[in-house]
């Protein structure tokens, strides 16, 4: 028999917080949960459309149930039932504190400096964090147009920590972007065509130290050292370190690795599958427990 | 130069061909209301648009939606100014139409920032020449290169609505907080706004997020307010401090129900991810586009006969619940969505 909604809730504090093994999730999942966890409990989160909304959505249900979450189209601190589609979508604005506009989310929330996380995507990123979501090849005669800036620009430099979601290619790491939306730790220069350093770009401005944190792709997560150079922390079960490095435009510094980054705990899949994406718009198919879970969840 | 109005605004309401006729010419400036293809676009209005065949329009806005979706499916946009291109979201993230024009060299593009596009309607709205915003500094979007309008010799003070500049990077010159940048005010010929409710003389109120349309309707020169339905004035006087246009820059208004589909109008009806991925696919190809062209805008009689073209079922399915203000009976992925009662987040977080 079918669960309903609240008799799933129940379960929530009932199910393991144990790490799945590999095979009983999907990479998007893993994804999801491990930008997740960048997430802290008193975060003001600034977050975009796709992934990143099901990254905070699922630390808002877990780790992070005290993180406030601002939708740029004018919401401050939805409490999310359905994943909305959009941040425009009513579904974001459930139970939300105050509502407005652009001139409140990016004015009287982001430039007067209350953000402490952005949560966002990107088609490309450079070594230093910078990221391009809008044009590759000549920006006036582009192979691929894609959206540009939105939030992008402004949340990418404003946020004091910047988390992106990035699918990772040789062609979307690079030395440098053909075109840099949001500059990361240092800026290109196009007078004296030299790097910059976003903190002497930014000098005397409220926002020289904010800047990239991290990146998640679907091969590992990555930081940034004090020079503001991307390097990987962690790769994903079943990656190498050097299909990361190939996977990288540029000579990735690799020497500060970790280890696999920890996989998705039982309780986190729970509540992903059950209460963020259940009518799966982002995740592509819902995979079955394994049979201790799913007898827990027959018997709750 | 800015505007000094000589007298108040007296609204007119007319049929939504009427006020097409009444405030479109080739080549103005214009924005629309709401949140890409969404929330709350006029979508009616740019339809009737299109029937009636005005082109080389300019569009100033902070995102792209229903409304450019379909004005670039007939190339009727010579100029796209805004900072996020996109138009349908999960349910088609580029516009293909437009890249399709762009990439035919048929257009411009503008590209800005979600917040500079803001405060420059923010500008536009208070009367002040230009704003001050930091982001996002040492962005290709401040390279000189990238200047569209500059580099196809737009910007040479002879169109009004076309500032003279992209931006001006300055030092603050009061507090020593950095580099700023300057960005000039919008201020379109034509603003659009979809509400939820109109007062018979102006005054407008939507629920849910604002996104900048009160700021577009105090920036643009023409303001035109379609709804769900008009009210008496006196009924939206009661709460005031949920409305949110003044009535005095409205110059017409029209009652036009489900005139945001396929959008959203919260508590109202939802937004139809099926019609926007129908929208999506017609625009792969032009011998597909030209038939959903022929069929959804050039075939119907009238807007109300293209919502009965919809069928009875799919109204039913978008109907927003009273209480969520939006629907849980639309299929949106893959399965059905859960009938939760009250956010889990709220259960945890312990408010």
């Known amino acids: ?300 | 130069m800015p505007r000094i109005r000589g007298k108040t605004k007296t609204a007119e309401i007319l049929t939504l061909e009427d006020a097409v006729k009444k405030h479109m010419k080739n080549g103005i400036q214009i924005a629309f209301s709401g949140f890409t293809g969404m929330n709350r676009n006029p979508f009616a209005f740019a339809w009737e648009i299109v029937r009636q065949g005005f082109k080389d329009l300019h569009s100033i806005d902070r995102h792209g939606s229903c409304c450019t979706w379909l004005l670039n499916a007939v190339n009727a946009l010579k100029i796209q100014e805004t900072d996020w291109l996109g138009w349908g979201e999960m349910a088609g993230k580029i516009d293909l139409n437009m890249e399709r024009n762009y990439k035919a060299g048929k257009m411009i593009i503008e590209d800005y920032a979600h917040g500079a596009m803001a405060f420059r309607f923010l500008a536009g709205a208070v009367g002040a020449p230009f704003m001050p915003y930091y982001a996002p500094l040492g962005s290709d979007l401040y390279n000189p290169k990238y200047d569209a309008l500059g580099r196809a010799g737009l910007r040479d003070g002879k169109n009004p609505k076309i500032a003279k500049k992209k931006f001006l990077q300055m030092e603050d010159p009061f507090w020593g907080d950095g580099e700023v940048v300057l960005l000039p005010a919008a201020r379109p010929n034509l603003a659009v706004l979809h509400v939820l409710q109109v007062g018979d003389k102006g005054t407008a109120r939507w629920r849910g997020v604002g996104t900048i349309d009160k700021e577009i309707a105090f920036a643009a020169d023409e303001v035109v307010v379609v709804a769900e339905e008009i009210v008496p004035e006196g009924e939206l006087r009661k709460y005031p401090e949920t409305n949110q246009v003044a009535y005095f820059t409205v110059d017409t208004i029209v009652e036009c129900p489900w005139g945001a589909f396929p959008s959203a109008v919260p508590f109202c009806y939802d937004y139809d991810v099926p019609f926007l991925r129908s929208m999506d696919a017609a625009s792969r190809n032009e011998t597909d586009l030209k038939k959903w062209l022929d069929e959804w805008v050039f075939g119907p009689k009238n807007w109300e006969d293209f919502i009965v073209k919809l069928g009875t079922k799919r109204l039913i399915d978008l109907k927003a619940d009273s209480v969520t203000g939006y629907s849980t009976r639309l299929l949106r992925g893959k399965k059905p969505a859960p009938r939760m009662k009250m956010a889990l987040s709220v259960a945890r977080s312990g408010y």
């Open chain 1, 1 to 300: 028999m079918a669960k309903s909604i609240e008799q799933l809730m129940e379960l929530i504090d009932v199910i393991p917080d144990e790490p799945a093994k590999v095979g009983e999730f999907i990479l998007p999942e893993l994804m999801a949960v491990a930008s997740a966890h960048e997430v802290r409990n008193d975060d003001i989160v600034f977050a975009g459309t796709g992934l990143p909304m099901v990254g905070i959505m699922t630390a808002n249900y877990t780790t992070a149930p005290k993180a406030m979450l601002i939708y740029e189209s004018g919401v401050c601190d939805g409490k999310t039932m359905h994943v909305p589609m959009s941040v425009c979508d009513h579904r974001a604005a459930n139970q939300c504190s105050t509502i407005g506009g652009l001139v409140d989310t990016f004015g009287f929330f982001l430039q007067s400096g209350f953000v402490t996380l952005g949560f966002l995507g990107g088609a490309s990123i450079d070594k230093y964090g910078g990221v391009n979501v809008t044009s590759i090849g000549d920006y006036y005669k582009p192979n691929h147009r894609f959206t540009g800036s939105g939030g992008n620009g402004d949340i990418g430099t404003m946020a004091k920590r910047v988390v992106y979601i990035i699918l990772q290619e040789k062609r979307r790491f690079l030395e440098r972007n053909d075109y840099t939306t949001t500059p990361g730790w240092w800026c290109w220069d196009f007078k004296t065509n030299e790097w910059k350093p976003k903190r002497e770009v930014w000098k005397n401005t409220p926002f020289a130290e904010c800047g990239p944190a991290a990146v998640v792709t679907n091969m590992g997560v990555y930081r940034f050292d004090d020079k503001g150079e991307i390097y990987l922390e962690s790769f994903f079960p079943g990656v190498t370190v050097e299909q990361v490095k190939e996977n990288c435009g540029f000579d990735l510094n690799v020497k500060n690795v970790k280890g696999e980054t920890p996989t998705p705990t039982y309780k986190e899949l729970f509540v992903l599958r059950e209460f963020v994406d259940p009518e799966l718009i982002f995740l592509p198919q819902k995979m079955e427990y394994p049979k201790e879970i799913q007898a827990i969840i027959d018997k709750g």
